[in-house]
């Protein structure tokens, strides 16, 4: 199970960071997905720290023991949506979502 | 460019059968894994299960296990995901992702436009 918080709010231009717990995170990093209202998720951060072509550089993501974290740096206001958390379970054989964050540019 | 196309939207009763689909194109279709996802309206991303077309390899979700079938058609580059008997709880839009595996980490990097399934008396 992966744990994320329901909403959280951020002033335009400042630094916000999201967070996913859940134990299977101590074996394996998370994947976070940003997804628009009408619209299918998004790829924004894998691995490690890695970005796929075309994410902003203002995202980064990390992982200490049962948190992996997602920051944005610079928040725009494109940046509001429902973003989630992504990894195996424990038996890594299988994956599971965490439950969303909405993020609100304020 | 990667594409996935997913089916159109259907309508359906309850206990009737359905098959959506989902045919990727632009890349390798079976050198990665194609992976389900729902989405009940108002509500977050389930994972269902993923195929690897390559072999037919299968996981499945211990809470769809039984409920759905994914399967593949590598010779059209097609995934799909089947319902022998709906229930109106399967109201949902369901995407289809291309997924890339390794040993401590796993994502999708692209996804379909997703399939709205409604089930309703």
């Known amino acids: 199970e992966l744990i994320q918080d329901p909403a959280v709010s951020v002033t335009l231009g400042q630094t916000v960071t999201l967070t996913c717990h859940g134990d299977?995170?101590?074996?394996?990093?998370a994947t976070w997905y940003q997804q628009k209202p009408g619209q299918a998720p998004i790829l924004v951060i894998y691995g490690r720290n890695n970005r796929p072509s075309g994410i902003p550089d203002r995202f980064s993501g990390s992982n200490s023991g049962s948190t992996a974290s997602l920051t944005i740096t610079g928040t725009q206001a494109e940046d509001e949506a429902d973003y989630y958390c992504n990894s195996r379970d424990r038996s890594g054989n299988h994956l599971v979502f965490g439950g969303g964050t909405k993020l609100t540019v304020l | 460019e990667v594409l996935l196309v997913q089916s159109g939207g259907e309508m359906k009763k309850p206990g009737e059968s359905l098959s959506i689909s989902c045919q990727g194109s632009?890349?390798?279709?079976?050198?990665?894994?194609i992976g389900w996802v729902r989405q009940m309206p108002g509500k977050g991303l389930e994972w269902i299960g993923i195929i690897y077309p390559g072999d037919s390899d299968i996981r499945y979700s211990p809470a769809f296990q039984g409920q759905v079938t994914i399967s593949a058609d590598k010779s059209i580059a097609t995934a799909y995901l089947q319902w022998s008997t709906l229930k109106a709880s399967d109201t949902a839009i369901y995407y289809c992702a291309k997924g890339v595996v390794r040993a401590t980490t796993y994502w999708f990097d692209s996804w379909g436009q997703g399939t709205l399934v409604t089930v309703s008396s």
């Open positions: 299977s995170l101590r074996v394996y990093y």
């Open positions: 632009g890349y390798s279709f079976t050198d990665f894994w």
